[in-house]
């Protein structure tokens, strides 16, 4: 199994790997092309947007300023915005439903790192250089969701269908279906009648 098959299972991979480099390379370059441009020039973001997340919606609206650290992990559905500063580390999947919107700053974030310092700390491949190791969990976004400003998701997480996660949230955990849910660590604050 490569390093780029281990990161996208969320096994421990090497994110020095030259591949892995490349690619991330790539998007990076793609993203500040895309950041680049007017929204007027919508032709060329189309064709950058689907070249960095081949398998999204091509209508997928992103205001601009946008970051991903690879893209190919990102699938979005249908009638999808993203205001500005959106910042998606796909290290993993990241799987956005139909009718989501992101507000300014969001930032969804599937890449962790080990918690025992033995683990995460830089230590020599069998060539002699140095490599930290890390890991991913994926991140699912059901359908009618709305992500307002500011808001954290780390990795790992799923929001269900037709939530409202409320400004400044960091979310660690799963969110139900059809709530508001808000706060740092967010929680569920009621049902959405």
């Not at 064709?47 to 690879?70: T, V």
């Not at 660590?185 to 049902?191: D, H, L, N, Q, S």
Request: aromatic share 10%; glycine share 10%; charged share 20%.
């Amino acid at each position: 199994m490569n390093e780029r098959m281990k990161m996208t299972a969320g096994e421990l991979y090497n994110p020095g790997d030259e591949e892995l480099y490349t690619l991330r390379t790539k998007a990076h370059r793609l993203c500040m092309m895309y950041n680049q441009l007017f929204d007027t020039d919508e032709e060329e973001r189309y064709k950058i947007l689907h070249e960095l997340m081949p398998y999204s919606d091509r209508e997928a609206y992103f205001q601009g300023h946008i970051f991903f650290d690879y893209g190919f992990n990102i699938h979005i559905g249908k009638n999808f915005y993203a205001n500005f500063g959106a910042v998606i580390l796909d290290v993993c999947p990241v799987k956005i439903g139909d009718n989501v919107m992101l507000g300014t700053n969001v930032s969804l974030l599937t890449p962790m790192h080990p918690l025992r310092w033995q683990e995460r700390n830089a230590k020599p491949d069998s060539d002699g250089n140095m490599i930290q190791l890390e890991y991913g969990k994926p991140i699912t976004i059901g359908d009618n969701c709305w992500l307002a400003s500011n808001v954290t998701v780390t990795g790992g997480v799923t929001i269900g269908d037709g939530c409202v996660i409320g400004a400044g949230s960091v979310v660690t955990r799963d969110v139900p279906a059809g709530v508001l849910a808000a706060g740092n660590p967010c929680r569920v604050i009621k049902a959405i009648d």
